[in-house]
């Protein structure tokens, strides 16, 4: 059974400072990442995807991805209260194949 | 910037009904999928399809589902006989090449009274 853990939070970051959300997953063979922002109530909206080892930043994201550890990472900086959201990790497994959510964690930014 | 559609975007029904839920997705997409997320809960994978045929479905995804795409354009979820438990939010996702990320629909709210 393909896992994908997150921890469900809340996790609350004053306006301004980094969150740091972190997922891990039990399938050595996983081949790409995902992090979702949901909102309450909408659909998932891809945020960033990472493929290999490493960081990968775009805008105020960070994407870390470490195979070996099998572990994900999403680093918001200068945290705003628009990404007051619930964080979706996915991982899929091979090419053109399902991707796999953890339950998210759910993200509040404190004026 | 392109969109998947979905429509209705809330459905009430009588257990035991049929309901089917339609989605309208982004024309150079290849890959597609259904996923569900009941309330408070994690977001499911019901089916893939590719190439017009079911590439891949979850246990979920027993008899009283089905999945087409009658015009060669857009998707149908049907549910034959609904149950309490089917209510539920539900996803179309396309796929624009093999790994990369989905997008989604806007979903619909399916409510089986």
């Known amino acids: 059974q393909k896992e994908v853990e997150q921890n469900s939070g809340p996790l609350s970051v004053p306006e301004g400072a980094i969150a740091s959300l972190n997922c891990t997953y039990s399938d050595r063979g996983s081949q790409s990442f995902f992090w979702y922002r949901q909102y309450s109530g909408k659909s998932p909206e891809l945020i960033m995807s990472?493929?290999?080892?490493g960081d990968k930043e775009d805008g105020r994201f960070t994407a870390q991805l470490n195979k070996a550890s099998q572990y994900v990472s999403l680093l918001i900086r200068d945290s705003q209260p628009s990404d007051s959201a619930t964080y979706l990790c996915?991982?899929?497994?091979?090419?053109?194949?399902?991707?796999?959510f953890g339950s998210g964690t759910r993200l509040s930014i404190r004026p | 910037e392109p969109e998947v559609t979905q429509t209705p975007s809330h459905q009430v029904t009588q257990m035991g009904q049929e309901v089917i839920l339609r989605c309208v997705p982004i024309?150079?997409?290849?890959?597609f999928y259904w996923y569900r997320q009941i309330l408070g809960q994690k977001v499911e994978f019901l089916v893939s399809?590719?190439?017009?045929?079911?590439?891949?479905k979850s246990e979920i995804f027993d008899d009283q589902f089905s999945v087409e795409r009658p015009d060669g354009s857009n998707f149908t979820l049907k549910i034959r006989s609904t149950k309490l438990e089917d209510s539920a939010m539900y996803f179309c996702?396309?796929?624009?090449?093999?790994?990369?990320?989905?997008?989604f629909g806007s979903g619909t709210r399916l409510t089986v009274v």
């Open positions: 996702a396309g796929q624009g090449a093999a790994n990369y990320g989905y997008t």
């Open positions: 399809f590719y190439n017009n045929e079911i590439s891949e």
């Open positions: 996915a991982v899929g497994y091979s090419s053109a194949s399902k991707i796999i």
């Open positions: 024309s150079n997409h290849l890959y």
């Open positions: 990472i493929y290999s080892n």
